[in-house]
């Protein structure tokens, strides 16, 4: 069974930076992509990101390429998303999420962390 857990969220001044960690768990995620997602109040789960476990191919939403990165530590068997300059739009529950390379669903979800940019 897959197992996510986001850690890293809490609250940052506008212009800041945080580092996002999800560590993986439950089997071999060799053939699996990682994702991070986002979703503020009141809206639909947004895109922000993926990365080949196996590999090194990253996705990003275009609107957050060159703010966000993802990163990952095979050893540490986890994926991280760096994120810089942020806005008070970044606010959002951040959640990880897995699929398998060559399926479109995502068929293990993190709980999500907490982030909230002040201006």
């Known amino acids: 069974q897959v197992q996510l857990v986001e850690s890293g969220g809490g609250l940052v001044q506008a212009g800041g930076s945080l580092r996002l960690s999800c560590a993986t768990s439950?089997?071999?995620?060799?053939?699996?992509?990682l994702a991070w997602f986002r979703q503020a109040p009141g809206t639909e789960r947004e895109f922000v990101g993926e990365?080949?476990?196996?590999?090194?191919?990253?996705s990003y939403a275009s609107s957050l390429k060159g703010r966000f990165t993802i990163s990952k530590d095979n050893a540490e068997n986890t994926v991280y998303l760096q994120m810089n300059s942020l806005k008070p739009e970044d606010t959002a529950v951040y959640y990880c999420?897995?699929?398998?390379?060559?399926?479109?669903?995502?068929?293990?979800w993190g709980q999500g962390t907490q982030v909230t940019v002040s201006s």
């Open positions: 999420a897995a699929r398998l390379r060559g399926q479109s669903e995502y068929i293990a």
């Open positions: 439950g089997r071999t995620f060799s053939n699996y992509k």
């Open positions: 990365i080949n476990w196996g590999g090194d191919v990253r």
